[in-house]
């Protein structure tokens, strides 16, 4: 049995890596939306066009990584969102709740000091984890039974 983790959340830190590199040897395939910054924030203008108004240039953008991400939320077992501590990530809530809708296994990644803000999306999760190694152990647990240490 093999897993499709889609990993959504923020950008800024090295989460994804480390649960790239800590699942090595799990028979686990990743996606995730670009994060590239600018690439994600300019593909609708860069692809369709110049806009005037940056909230249409962002609309653009937005559209067009929409798609990336209902396509692999839409694919994946396993959905990973890490709310991270320096920004907040809307972005990330509205793909725990499309992940929830489309009844996806949803893993919340998350400082504690996120707890009270994020209770709802904590509630429609399968597990809350702080740390991503906490991940990592869930994904090996999942595939093979095995815990940890």
Request: proline letters at 3%.
């Amino acid at each position: 049995m093999g897993l499709n983790v889609y990993l959504s959340g923020e950008i800024h830190t090295d989460w994804r890596d480390r649960i790239i590199d800590g699942a090595q040897g799990l028979d686990v395939t990743f996606s995730g939306p670009v994060t590239d910054h600018a690439a994600s924030d300019d593909c609708g203008v860069t692809i369709l066009g110049g806009e005037q108004s940056k909230y249409w240039h962002d609309h653009k953008g937005a559209m067009l990584n929409a798609i990336r991400t209902r396509k692999g939320i839409g694919d994946a077992d396993v959905v990973v969102v890490r709310f991270g501590d320096k920004y907040k990530q809307w972005n990330a809530a509205f793909d725990a709740g499309l992940a929830t809708g489309l009844g996806k296994s949803l893993v919340v990644l998350q400082p504690e000091e996120h707890d009270h803000a994020l209770k709802e999306v904590d509630a429609a999760a399968l597990a809350v984890a702080r740390t991503p190694e906490q991940v990592v152990d869930i994904l090996r647990y999942v595939l093979t039974g095995t815990l940890p240490g």
